[in-house]
């Protein structure tokens, strides 16, 4: 089944502890994105990566990294959360700019 | 800067009539426009794809025009059903950014 997955999908942590959402997806798509959506803000994007060790920013980068070894996989990391950071968050895939494929989504708090 | 609206007010209609969803975008030309359907908590799944030269394209009971002359995209639901109850949201395509940039999106609810 083509799919996007991420893990965790709930994760509560607390300032400053480093963490890492993975995403990966088997639909052998170039394109690989992460969004954050907030209530009233729709969904804005943190980083793209357009091919494996190519990446780039988005609009709302501070704070995160990324990387891009393989094509399969696109992990999200937060250096040192904080609460602003508490957001529902989700990975995307595709082939170009076409249709995104979304994962389920994860949903992190910063206390 | 290039900005995307969509009516934030939930949109309540009544089951078998027509659900009609509008997109304005801003200060930029896209190539092209998607529309997302958004169950709460969960990913958004594609929907459809119109180009700037496709004045109208159709999928089922779902429609979408795209006037670039108003800068506008509708989406229409014919028939809607109580299971058609979602956010619908829009992405113009911004070839200057290279990206998608997403509505806020609208909240549809069908009432029986």
């Known amino acids: 089944e083509a799919q996007v997955t991420q893990n965790p999908r709930y994760l509560i942590t607390v300032t400053g502890k480093k963490l890492t959402v993975t995403c990966s997806q088997n639909m052998n798509h170039e394109y690989m994105s992460w969004y954050r959506q907030d209530p009233g803000l729709g969904l804005r994007q943190i980083y793209y990566?357009?091919?494996?060790?190519?990446?780039d920013k988005g609009d709302v980068p501070e704070g995160y990294k990324v990387s891009r070894k393989e094509k399969r996989n696109f992990p999200l990391i937060l250096e040192s959360p904080s609460p602003n950071q508490t957001s529902l968050y989700f990975c995307?895939?595709?082939?170009?700019?076409?249709?995104?494929?979304f994962g389920p989504g994860t949903r992190l708090t910063v206390l | 800067s290039q900005k995307i609206e969509q009516n934030s007010e939930a949109l309540n209609i009544q089951e078998g009539k027509t659900a009609t969803l509008t997109c304005n975008y801003t200060?930029?030309?896209?190539?092209?426009l998607q529309w997302y359907r958004q169950d709460p908590g969960r990913g958004p799944v594609f929907l459809l794809l119109?180009?700037?030269?496709?004045k109208e394209k159709r999928k089922e009971r779902l429609k979408v025009t795209f006037d670039t002359t108003l800068k506008q995209s509708l989406f229409h639901i014919t028939a809607s059903q109580p299971a058609d109850s979602a956010t619908y949201l829009c992405a113009p395509f911004s070839g200057g950014y290279n990206k998608l940039i997403f509505g806020a999106g609208t909240r549809l609810a069908v009432h029986p």
């Open positions: 119109i180009r700037e030269n496709e």
């Open positions: 995307a895939s595709s082939f170009s700019y076409n249709e995104q494929f």
């Open positions: 990566s357009m091919n494996v060790e190519v990446t």
């Open positions: 200060n930029y030309s896209p190539a092209y």
